[in-house]
Every structure is written in C-alpha cells, then in structure tokens.
C-alpha cells in the first residue's frame, strides 16, 4: 500500500568502510550484490527496482507510479549531513542506538 499523494523513497546505500578488517571478503560481497543473481536475490527479499539494467521490476511495484516519487535531493543529504542530523533530533530527539 502506497501514500496516494506522494511516495517517500531512498536509494538503497552500499559501502565498504576505510579500514574494513575483511577487504577481501567485503569486496566479493559487493561484486555478488550488484551481480545479476545478487541483485534477482535482493530484489525478491525485498521488492525494489533495482539498479542493474535487465533485472526486472518486481510485479508487487510494477503499478506504482513513479511520477509520484517524492523529489529528494540526495547529494545535499550527504553535503548538508549534520545540519540533517541536527533537524532531526531537534524534531524527534536522539532515541537512535
């Protein structure tokens, strides 16, 4: 069930941190995720479209119309990240653990 008006929405994020203490094993898991078997595995635990072209769109979302995607600006998410943070625990308080 999606909102009627407006859809909210993220890109699903994946990073390998400086420093990792299992690089090798770190970066074989990035490359199966954005695998086509990777990405046909992640969409169908939870549906997505995803960002490998020939990997199809879920039926479960095929209708949603995505001209209803709330407009996010996600670069200015990561170049204004504390001034996000701090919004949100002005609004909602820091119960993050």
Do not use: C, H
């Not at 074989?28 to 939870?46: H, M, N, P, T, Y």
């Amino acid at each position: 069930i999606y909102p009627e008006d407006m859809i909210p929405w993220v890109p699903a994020g994946m990073a390998i941190f400086k420093n990792a203490e299992n690089l090798d094993e770190a970066k074989k898991f990035i490359d199966w995720a954005l695998s086509e078997k990777g990405q046909i595995v992640i969409r169908d635990e939870d549906p997505r479209a995803m960002v490998r072209n020939g990997v199809e769109i879920p039926k479960s979302i095929k209708t949603v119309d995505m001209n209803k995607l709330v407009d996010i600006d996600i670069e200015r998410l990561g170049t204004e990240r504390e001034k996000v943070l701090n919004e949100w625990k002005s609004r909602f308080g820091n119960k993050a653990k």
